[in-house]
């Protein structure tokens, strides 16, 4: 299974950031896996974004809830991260990654993408 983020790396404050991964080697909808996104920001640790199910349920961290939309386009096996409003502190590498939920890990990952928020 190979994951590809793909999106703009700079980002204007206030506006949306949107990002895609491109998964290959296995469907997005096959059970029982969640599509995830991971953020590091500089200097810090990862940062659990959000996943969509392979029944396209979503879950989103709390602290990011009101601003973050994932979803999927199961016909290109992709998968989208939006996240409104944003400030410099969501400048990060951001990375998709499958999570498996028999097994609770997330045992593939994109290599990451570096998006910046700046005006």
């Known amino acids: 299974v190979q994951l590809q983020e793909s999106g703009p790396g700079l980002v204007k404050p206030s506006q949306t950031l949107s990002l895609t991964c491109t998964v290959s080697?296995?469907?997005?909808?096959?059970?029982?896996?969640?599509w995830s996104w991971i953020r590091q920001p500089p200097g810090k640790g990862l940062e659990w974004i959000g996943y969509?199910?392979?029944?396209?349920?979503?879950r989103y961290s709390p602290s990011l809830n009101s601003r973050t939309s994932i979803s999927r386009d199961t016909s290109n096996n992709q998968f989208s991260l939006q996240l409104s409003s944003v400030t410099p502190e969501d400048t990060a590498v951001y990375y998709c990654a499958r999570y498996d939920l028999e097994y609770f890990l997330s045992d593939y990952w994109g290599q990451g993408t570096q998006v910046t928020v700046s005006s």
């Open positions: 080697g296995g469907s997005i909808t096959t059970n029982y896996y969640a």
């Open positions: 969509i199910l392979y029944s396209g349920s979503t």
